[in-house]
């Protein structure tokens, strides 16, 4: 969308807005469109199109026919947008409402839905119902992203559009090509589910997006109808869990610590009687066999792919090969021809699937009711207001003040000053309000309440039931479609270890931490001063100032092993991290910077890192640029992600990741011959 397209949308919409029995297409071809050159095809086809835009905005158009005459006559046929029927009702919140309601929005940090919460909450920023509040000292949950097959599958269940995309199932352990009618997308048991009605098996199924291995296709000229009432909580809460099995691995002496605390050694006799019952060959040497506790293969495969050549499956074999397969992929991923590596001049390209100037005309369309209920704005807050700079906002107002009725008199049209650089709205044209909740924005809030229900400090009840009711009641039709989308729980594993982390954070209080590190296999003592809690989905994080590292660190909870007060006051030099929401990466100057190519179902990884820059490739792919604190851990990150990432910069770690990969299969190879 160009920006004079933008101009002459905003010009048809306030148009629309602001006549009482509608206006004729010519009236509009000649006044709003100044059109004298186009066929009467292609202007219909262009007004077509135009209404369509305004749609997806909120806005419906009204079409209104003259008694006696045809619909399919333009000469008798009137369009007009109702002052009422598009528009957010009014919403007002407490201070308590507005802390839950600010939390569930910013769940949603890099996730699908979280430009979507942004808009809501400046949509209740512009109607005045959201006051300042404060946020609850050292709570931060958030959801964690779930990859670009979560964005094309929301976007699908939203549009009612079905999908195709290639599935491992896991009773048969083939890959198969699937296409399905997506009803919802949930959580459960720590991983995302889609629900849908399967058309090559003729039923419901579930599909987890781990199992997908492919990008999904969304089929975006057909169209289904979801079954009425649906719930994918409901839905999913029939899910049985897996049952435990156990896996028999064989390990490197002394090494992958955090895997041994899950397991039990294999004694000798045990491993005579499995090499004389199932022919397993006795470990190799150097290598400790162990017996693993799992649920799920695909979640215990990614993780062991990632220990590359420290780590062999032995059984079962369905473990194996979801080991073997992110292995081969990984391998074959970094075997392909290596991209020219470019980025733009500036700023990740990022992954929007609006154009920029939509989303200028949807700014625009929140900025003049935000501005009618905040008078007298300096120009610079109100830029910081919407995350944009100064200069994005004053070419916002200047398509602004150039819009207006079709007359286009002094009065019709939009009258905004910002001479002494404080922002002043005196004419408004029936735009004083913010359009109604999209059904992404509706989703993104109250699928996000309803997250909340989990934490211990927001009990049921309340605050939270209470913002929940009123953002229902506003949402309309549009809150009952969310639905179809359920978030994980976020209520903390250990609870015992978060208050004591809470209760530090409010007293002021330093902490000793005995603290165990993955990427270093190896366990360290620290005295830290607690900054701030934060989670992705029910992994927690503490931000901290770390005196050995003479920094701040972020410690995952499940990973501390102790944590006391030590009888010391936190320093107050100790400030959190600047960004909110708390980053899990914090760059530093000494980073390495690192070029990685992101194939299409990895490109999510980009946010999840931090990327600094973006390029997108043909076919979906994408190049990324990622500041690393660290590098050694970095060929287990390519053999954990099996074919979704590859090194291309430095050439050194590129070859050390091949190599990591390179041993680990050949491992398998040798395990292989030896049975």
Same mark, same amino acid.
């Given at each position: 969308?160009?920006?004079?397209?933008?101009?002459?949308?905003?010009?048809?919409?306030?148009?629309?807005?602001?006549?009482?029995?509608?206006?004729?297409?010519?009236?509009?071809?000649?006044?709003?469109?100044?059109?004298?050159?186009?066929? $009467?095809?292609?202007?219909?086809?262009?007004?077509?199109?135009?209404?369509?835009?305004?749609?997806?905005?909120?806005?419906?158009?009204?079409?209104?026919?003259?008694?006696?005459?045809?619909?399919?006559?333009?000469?008798?046929?009137?369009?007009?947008?109702?002052?009422?029927?598009?528009?957010?009702?009014?919403?007002?919140?407490?201070?308590?409402?507005?802390?839950?309601?600010?939390?569930?929005?910013?769940?949603?940090?890099?996730?699908?839905?979280?430009?979507?919460?942004?808009?809501?909450?400046?949509?209740?920023?512009?109607?005045?119902?959201?006051?300042?509040?404060?946020?609850?000292?050292?709570?931060?949950?958030?959801?964690?992203?779930?990859?670009?097959?979560?964005?094309?599958?929301?976007?699908?269940?939203?549009?009612?559009?079905?999908?195709?995309?290639?599935?491992?199932?896991?009773?048969?352990?083939?890959?198969?090509?699937?296409?399905?009618?997506?009803?919802?997308?949930?959580?459960?048991?720590?991983?995302?589910?889609?629900?849908?009605?399967?058309?090559?098996?003729?039923?419901?199924?579930?599909?987890?997006?781990?199992?997908?291995?492919?990008?999904?296709?969304?089929?975006?000229?057909?169209?289904?109808?979801?079954?009425?009432?649906?719930?994918?909580?409901?839905?999913?809460?029939?899910?049985?869990?897996?049952?435990?099995?156990?896996?028999?691995?064989?390990?490197?002496?002394?090494?992958?610590?955090?895997?041994?605390?899950?397991?039990?050694?294999?004694?000798?006799?045990?491993?005579?009687?499995?090499?004389?019952?199932?022919?397993?060959?006795?470990?190799?040497?150097?290598?400790?066999?162990?017996?693993?506790?799992?649920?799920?293969?695909?979640?215990?495969?990614?993780?062991?792919?990632?220990?590359?050549?420290?780590?062999?499956?032995?059984?079962?074999?369905?473990?194996?090969?979801?080991?073997?397969?992110?292995?081969?992929?990984?391998?074959?991923?970094?075997?392909?021809?290596?991209?020219?590596?470019?980025?733009?001049?500036?700023?990740?390209?990022?992954?929007?699937?609006?154009?920029?100037?939509?989303?200028?005309?949807?700014?625009?369309?929140?900025?003049?009711?935000?501005?009618?209920?905040?008078?007298?704005?300096?120009?610079?807050?109100?830029?910081?207001?919407?995350?944009?700079?100064?200069?994005?906002?004053?070419?916002?107002?200047?398509?602004?003040?150039?819009?207006?009725?079709?007359?286009?008199?002094?009065?019709?049209?939009?009258?905004?000053?910002? $001479?002494?650089?404080?922002?002043?709205?005196?004419?408004?044209?029936?735009?004083?309000?913010?359009?109604?909740?999209?059904?992404?924005?509706?989703?993104?809030?109250?699928?996000?309440?309803?997250?909340?229900?989990?934490?211990?400090?927001?009990?049921?009840?309340?605050?939270?039931?209470?913002?929940?009711?009123?953002?229902?009641?506003?949402?309309?039709?549009?809150?009952?479609?969310?639905?179809?989308?359920?978030?994980?729980?976020?209520?903390?594993?250990?609870?015992?270890?978060?208050?004591?982390?809470?209760?530090?954070?409010?007293?002021?209080?330093?902490?000793?931490?005995?603290?165990?590190?993955?990427?270093?296999? &190896?366990?360290?003592?620290?005295?830290?001063d607690p900054l701030r809690l934060y989670s992705l989905?029910?992994?927690?994080?503490?931000?901290?100032?770390?005196?050995?590292?003479?920094?701040?660190?972020?410690?995952?909870?499940?990973?501390?092993?102790?944590?006391?007060?030590?009888?010391?006051?936190? &320093?107050? &030099?100790?400030?959190?991290?600047d960004s909110f929401p708390v980053k899990l990466f914090?760059?530093?100057?000494?980073?390495?910077?690192?070029?990685?190519?992101?194939?299409?179902?990895?490109?999510?990884?980009?946010?999840?890192?931090?990327?600094?820059?973006?390029?997108?490739?043909?076919?979906?792919?994408?190049?990324?640029?990622?500041r690393f604190g660290s590098t050694d851990w970095l060929?287990?990150?390519?053999?954990?992600?099996?074919?979704?990432?590859?090194?291309?910069?430095?050439?050194?770690?590129?070859?050390?990741?091949?190599?990591?990969?390179?041993?680990?299969?050949?491992?398998?190879?040798?395990?292989?011959?030896?049975?």
């Amino acid at each position: 969308m160009s920006a004079s397209r933008t101009e002459r949308l905003l010009n048809l919409l306030i148009a629309l807005l602001n006549t009482k029995y509608g206006l004729r297409r010519g009236e509009l071809r000649e006044k709003v469109y100044h059109d004298t050159t186009s066929s $009467d095809v292609a202007f219909g086809r262009m007004f077509e199109r135009d209404k369509g835009e305004l749609r997806q905005f909120g806005f419906d158009v009204e079409t209104v026919t003259d008694t006696g005459w045809g619909s399919d006559d333009p000469a008798t046929t009137r369009y007009r947008i109702g002052k009422e029927s598009n528009r957010l009702p009014d919403v007002s919140l407490t201070p308590e409402e507005c802390t839950v309601l600010i939390l569930a929005a910013q769940l949603w940090e890099h996730a699908a839905l979280g430009s979507a919460a942004v808009d809501a909450v400046r949509k209740l920023q512009a109607a005045g119902g959201l006051v300042d509040a404060e946020l609850p000292t050292g709570v931060q949950p958030r959801i964690r992203p779930a990859g670009q097959a979560f964005e094309d599958l929301v976007a699908a269940i939203h549009a009612q559009h079905p999908v195709r995309f290639s599935y491992l199932a896991s009773s048969t352990g083939q890959e198969q090509e699937r296409l399905v009618e997506p009803w919802g997308l949930g959580s459960r048991f720590g991983q995302w589910y889609l629900v849908g009605h399967d058309r090559g098996r003729g039923d419901k199924r579930f599909f987890r997006l781990s199992r997908l291995t492919s990008a999904v296709t969304v089929l975006e000229k057909e169209s289904f109808a979801s079954p009425a009432a649906f719930n994918v909580r409901a839905e999913l809460a029939a899910l049985a869990e897996l049952p435990v099995q156990n896996a028999v691995v064989d390990v490197e002496q002394g090494r992958l610590l955090g895997l041994r605390k899950r397991a039990q050694a294999v004694p000798d006799p045990a491993l005579e009687r499995a090499a004389q019952e199932l022919g397993l060959q006795r470990p190799a040497a150097g290598t400790d066999r162990l017996t693993l506790p799992f649920r799920d293969a695909e979640t215990l495969g990614e993780e062991l792919a990632s220990y590359g050549p420290r780590v062999t499956v032995i059984s079962p074999p369905e473990l194996e090969g979801a080991v073997r397969r992110r292995l081969t992929a990984a391998a074959a991923f970094a075997a392909r021809p290596v991209p020219d590596v470019a980025f733009p001049a500036a700023g990740p390209t990022g992954r929007t699937r609006k154009r920029t100037s939509e989303d200028q005309l949807k700014r625009m369309l929140q900025l003049v009711p935000f501005l009618v209920h905040n008078q007298g704005l300096h120009i610079s807050e109100v830029a910081a207001r919407f995350g944009i700079t100064r200069k994005a906002l004053e070419d916002d107002l200047r398509i602004l003040i150039c819009s207006g009725l079709p007359e286009g008199y002094p009065d019709d049209l939009l009258d905004i000053q910002w $001479d002494d650089d404080h922002v002043y709205i005196t004419q408004a044209l029936d735009l004083t309000r913010p359009v109604r909740f999209t059904v992404d924005e509706a989703c993104a809030l109250l699928t996000g309440l309803e997250t909340l229900n989990g934490l211990p400090e927001l009990a049921e009840g309340g605050a939270l039931e209470s913002v929940t009711l009123k953002l229902m009641a506003a949402a309309g039709e549009e809150g009952l479609k969310a639905a179809a989308l359920s978030g994980p729980e976020v209520a903390p594993g250990n609870s015992a270890i978060l208050e004591t982390a809470r209760s530090a954070i409010g007293s002021g209080a330093q902490l000793h931490l005995k603290y165990f590190s993955p990427q270093r296999d &190896a366990v360290s003592e620290r005295e830290v001063d607690p900054l701030r809690l934060y989670s992705l989905d029910n992994t927690w994080y503490l931000e901290a100032y770390c005196h050995s590292a003479k920094g701040l660190r972020n410690f995952r909870l499940d990973r501390i092993e102790a944590l006391e007060p030590n009888g010391r006051p936190a &320093a107050a &030099a100790a400030k959190p991290a600047d960004s909110f929401p708390v980053k899990l990466f914090t760059p530093n100057d000494d980073d390495t910077v690192v070029v990685v190519e992101l194939a299409p179902r990895g490109t999510g990884l980009a946010d999840d890192y931090y990327a600094e820059r973006t390029a997108a490739l043909p076919g979906g792919g994408m190049l990324a640029e990622i500041r690393f604190g660290s590098t050694d851990w970095l060929p287990m990150f390519v053999a954990q992600h099996g074919g979704m990432v590859r090194i291309l910069q430095p050439g050194a770690l590129a070859d050390a990741s091949r190599e990591w990969i390179a041993a680990a299969l050949t491992q398998y190879e040798a395990s292989s011959d030896a049975r």
